[in-house]
């Protein structure tokens, strides 16, 4: 089993639409979670963190299970400009370096 | 967060060739992190670079193949050794902060 494994897509959704990603991880004993960006050629940027309580930043909202060991990312209201992939990361068995899911493409189409 | 310059941006290599790929550090951190982004791929731990000591690679990724440097705090360099298209990939350095930050990404191909 892959340590972070996401639905690769892609999704394409409506401008206006709800979409939602979910990631699972392997590793019980992670402490940190992470949704990135990532744009065509271009390196990751964090999106935003995870914590326990979930947390939302603006259209986007962000939960973690670790009963069921996983994080999911929600973003509502998808505009043309959220279009990328998103990357999932939870800190690695050394527990300083991340380890990355391959990503979810979302199209938002007009 | 910490601003990271990464050069090259791109370079295409002959095969059995070298490259090294620096990473400059607008602050001073403990641990640097290599990564490894091959076409339609996540990225994929190579080796955590500490100052003073050696890196500590992932499984698959060895020294020779991939010497890393890390003279200070603030700069890391990551050779790729004798090439083969199989290298073709992006690399990207990585420093932990509020999340972690990326450099640019290096884009080599190798033909």
């Known amino acids: 089993r892959k340590e972070v494994e996401q639905d690769p897509g892609p999704f394409n959704v409506p401008e206006g639409a709800t979409v939602a990603f979910n990631c699972t991880y392997s590793?019980?004993?992670?402490?940190?979670f992470f949704w990135y960006r990532q744009d065509c050629r271009k390196e990751p940027k964090l999106l935003m963190s995870?914590?326990?309580s979930g947390n939302e930043d603006g259209r986007f909202t962000a939960q973690l299970n670790r009963a069921s060991q996983y994080i999911s990312l929600l973003i509502r209201d998808s505009k043309l400009s959220d279009s990328a992939t998103y990357l999932c990361?939870?800190?690695?068995?050394?527990?300083?370096?991340?380890?990355f899911g391959k990503g979810t493409s979302l199209l938002v189409t007009p | 967060s910490a601003v990271i310059s990464q050069k090259p941006s791109r370079d295409i290599c002959q095969r059995g060739t070298s490259l090294t790929i620096q990473c400059q550090v607008d602050?001073?951190?403990?641990?640097m992190f290599w990564y490894r982004q091959q076409p339609g791929q996540s990225l994929t731990l190579i080796a955590t670079a500490n100052q003073g000591s050696e890196a500590t690679y992932e499984s698959g990724f060895v020294i020779d193949k991939f010497p890393i440097s890390r003279p200070n705090l603030t700069f890391s360099t990551l050779t790729v050794s004798n090439m083969s298209p199989e290298d073709s990939s992006i690399y990207l350095c990585?420093?932990?902060?509020?999340?972690?930050?990326f450099g640019s990404g290096t884009r080599l191909t190798v033909v």
């Open positions: 990585s420093v932990a902060g509020r999340g972690y930050t």
């Open positions: 602050s001073q951190v403990t641990m």
């Open positions: 590793n019980s004993a992670s402490q940190s």
């Open positions: 995870v914590y326990s």
């Open positions: 990361a939870v800190n690695s068995n050394s527990g300083y370096a991340l380890n």
